[in-house]
T-cell receptor, first 115, second 118 residues
Framework: GAVVSQHPSRVICKSGTSVKIECRSL??????MFWYRQFPKQSLMLMAT?????????EQGVEKDKFLINHASLTLSTLTVTSAHPEDSSFYIC???????????FGPGTRLTVT | AQKITQTQPGMFVQEKEAVTLDCTYD???????LFWYKQPSSGEMIFLIY??????QNATEGRYSLNFQKARKSANLVISASQLGDSAMYIC???????????????FGQGTILTVHP
C-alpha cells in the first residue's frame, strides 16, 4: 500500500519554542492531507485539512495561529506548533489519500512533549 | 454532519474466541464509506477493513469481517479466533461522499480498547 512518513517520530522541546512536524506521501501525490491530535486512550481528533496551494481549513476550536499548516507541494505538508506549552503535549498524526483510492494512509505519528 | 459512536470503551476476550466490536453511525449522505482501524500501543494506524455504503456483501479480510446493517446504521467489526497480538485500540471511522473526491475527511468513533487474555 501507499506510504506516508512523518518526521520526527518523537520530539521534546521547551515551553515557548516552536516545533515543526513534517508529513510526506512517499509514493503518491496528495492534494489533501489531514492533521490529527490524539490524547492518551482517546480517539483521533481532526485538527485541520491541509490543501496544496491554498490555506488550511481548521476545525472549530483549533487555533490557526498556534498550529500553522503549510502544504507546499503535492507530497509534503508541515504542522508547526508555535510557542509550545505543556498542554500542547500530545500525539500528532497526519494522513493522506491518493485521489483514486478510498483508503486513507496514516503517518506513524509524532509524539510531542513540551517541558 | 456525520457521527460515529462506539459504546464499548473496553472489551475483553479469551484467546481463540471471537469478539464483536460495536459501531453505529449517522449521516444524511447516500454515499459513504466505513472503516475500521487497529491502533496498537506504538500509535500507528493499521487499516483493517472497508465497507462502502452500496456494497451488498459484508466485507471480510482474513479474520476480520464487518457486519454491515444499513437500516440500523451499524457496522460492527467481528474478529474471529482472537490472538494475543490483537490487543489494541480499535477505531471505527466514516467518510462521507464518493471515493476519490475531496470528501476524504474521516469522522472517528471514540475507540474500543480490546484486551485478549491467554
Amino acid at each position: 500500500g501507499a506510504v506516508v512518513s512523518q518526521h520526527p517520530s518523537r520530539v521534546i522541546c521547551k515551553s515557548g519554542t516552536s516545533v515543526k512536524i513534517e508529513c510526506r506521501s512517499l509514493d503518491f501525490q496528495a492534494t489533501t492531507m489531514f492533521w490529527y491530535r490524539q490524547f492518551p486512550k482517546q480517539s483521533l481528533m481532526l485538527m485541520a485539512t491541509s490543501n496544496e496551494g491554498s490555506k488550511a481549513t481548521y476545525e472549530q476550536g483549533v487555533e490557526k495561529d498556534k498550529f500553522l499548516i503549510n502544504h507546499a507541494s503535492l507530497t509534503l505538508s508541515t504542522l508547526t506548533v508555535t510557542s509550545a506549552h505543556p498542554e500542547d503535549s500530545s500525539f500528532y498524526i497526519c494522513s493522506a489519500f491518493p485521489t483514486t483510492s478510498y483508503e486513507q494512509y496514516f503517518g506513524p505519528g509524532t509524539r510531542l512533549t513540551v517541558t | 454532519a456525520q457521527k460515529i459512536t462506539q459504546t464499548q470503551p473496553g472489551m475483553f476476550v479469551q484467546e481463540k474466541e471471537a469478539v464483536t466490536l460495536d459501531c453505529t453511525y449517522d449521516t444524511s449522505d447516500q454515499s459513504y464509506g466505513l472503516f475500521w482501524y487497529k491502533q496498537p500501543s506504538s500509535g500507528e494506524m493499521i487499516f483493517l477493513i472497508y465497507q462502502g455504503s452500496y456494497d451488498e456483501q459484508n466485507a471480510t479480510e482474513g479474520r476480520y469481517s464487518l457486519n454491515f446493517q444499513k437500516a440500523r446504521k451499524s457496522a460492527n467489526l467481528v474478529i474471529s479466533a482472537s490472538q494475543l497480538g490483537d490487543s489494541a485500540m480499535y477505531i471505527c471511522a466514516m467518510r462521507a461522499g464518493e471515493a476519490g473526491t475531496s470528501y476524504g475527511k474521516l469522522t472517528f468513533g471514540q475507540g474500543t480498547i480490546l484486551t485478549v487474555h491467554p
